[in-house]
């Protein structure tokens, strides 16, 4: 399983559906890699077409096979509107290492709303060992009986 840092760079979203009959929307999303949640900014006035172009930062350890992004629109004295998630599998960037801004489906109570674009990085860890070293707690080369 790997274990390293994931960069994420959230690029943008289009045709997402309009929750604001008044005003433009104000979106943000909401990066979740199993445990741990990142917010982006709120891109005010934007409405169905945000741009954001923020990059963020996670740590991958065992068990870590995908990403969600979760989108909201930000509305002031009530509960922010969810407008759809996105689920990214994270299997092709462990390979691959890098993803250019890809196209990802937007979905909310199985319909699709859109999409979002996002780039992925995945650098591994240097280190894989598991608190020791292979070869620091003995055994025969380390034995001092002479065959």
Same mark, same amino acid.
């Given at each position: ?25 104000? @979106? ?6 199993? +445990? ?11 409405? +169905? ?14 068990? +870590?096979?995908?990403?969600? &992004?979760?989108?909201?629109? +930000? ?15 994270? !299997? ?7 993803? @250019? ?13 859109? !999409? ?7 650098? @591994? ?19 001092? &009986?002479?065959?």
């Amino acid at each position: 399983m790997p274990h390293g840092t994931l960069e994420v760079v959230l690029v943008s979203a289009k045709g997402l559906e309009d929750s604001d009959f008044l005003n433009s929307m104000d @979106p943000y999303v909401l990066l979740t890699c199993r +445990t741990q949640d990142q917010k982006s900014n709120v891109a005010s006035g934007q409405g +169905t077409t945000p741009e954001w172009n923020e990059t963020f930062i996670f740590n991958v350890s065992e068990g +870590t096979t995908e990403l969600k &992004a979760k989108i909201f629109d +930000t509305d002031v004295g009530t509960e922010d509107d969810p407008l759809g998630e996105a689920t990214i599998p994270l !299997e092709a960037v462990f390979l691959e290492g890098d993803i @250019p801004p890809s196209a990802y489906n937007v979905v909310k109570d199985e319909e699709f709303k859109g !999409e979002i674009w996002i780039a992925l990085s995945f650098k @591994p860890s240097e280190n894989r060992s598991r608190g020791f070293e292979e070869e620091s707690y003995g055994g025969w080369k380390n034995s001092e &009986a002479s065959y």
